[in-house]
């Protein structure tokens, strides 16, 4: 079953949007794996956005992660990296549609709520960088021979 690294950055938590980003994943029929909340430092926030190093906004998005609490998330499920990827929406939350997370709650385009992996193997590093092995739980799920 594929597995996603999904974060609800600092603008999520301060803006007490929370609650509301995490019950869309829920109710998706995502199964949680993990969570818990995360002061990023330089280093964690470097090496997860390694990818962008060099780019313009790179130090304002490493400011940005550090600034404030982050949750972090691993879900579960089928096609769960596109699945997480849809229901967040676009980079940029004005061209983001209405529906998605993005769309939804707000219009920036570096402030925009939520981290999902964008490939099942860089789900893995990312998985990896935000968590221990032993913080990953693995269950049974109640609703297992319905929401497939
Ligand atoms: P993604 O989060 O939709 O995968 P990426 O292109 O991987 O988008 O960019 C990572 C993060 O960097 C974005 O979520 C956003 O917070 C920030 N970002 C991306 N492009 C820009 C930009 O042009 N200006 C400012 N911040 C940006
Ligand atoms: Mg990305």
Redesign the pocket.
């Known amino acids: 079953m594929q597995r996603t690294l999904i974060l609800l950055?600092p603008d999520a938590v301060q803006r007490h949007l929370v609650g509301e980003i995490i019950a869309r994943f829920e109710r998706k029929g995502l199964r949680l794996v993990a969570l818990k909340l995360v002061q990023a430092g330089r280093a964690l926030a470097e090496q997860h956005?390694a990818?962008?190093k060099g780019k313009p906004?790179y130090e304002?998005?490493l400011s940005?992660l550090t600034s404030g609490p982050t949750v972090a998330l691993v879900w579960e499920g089928r096609e769960a990296v596109a699945v997480c990827r849809n229901l967040?929406g676009?980079?940029d939350g004005a061209k983001s549609p209405p529906g998605t997370i993005r769309g939804d709650f707000g219009i920036s385009?570096?402030?925009?709520l939520v981290?999902?992996s964008?490939s099942p193997e860089n789900a893995a590093l990312e998985i990896a960088l935000w968590f221990k092995n032993e913080e990953l739980v693995t269950f049974a799920h109640a609703d297992a021979t319905w929401a497939g």
Do not use: I
């Open positions: 950055k956005y990818v962008h906004f304002s998005l940005f967040m676009l980079t385009v570096q402030n925009n981290h999902g964008d």
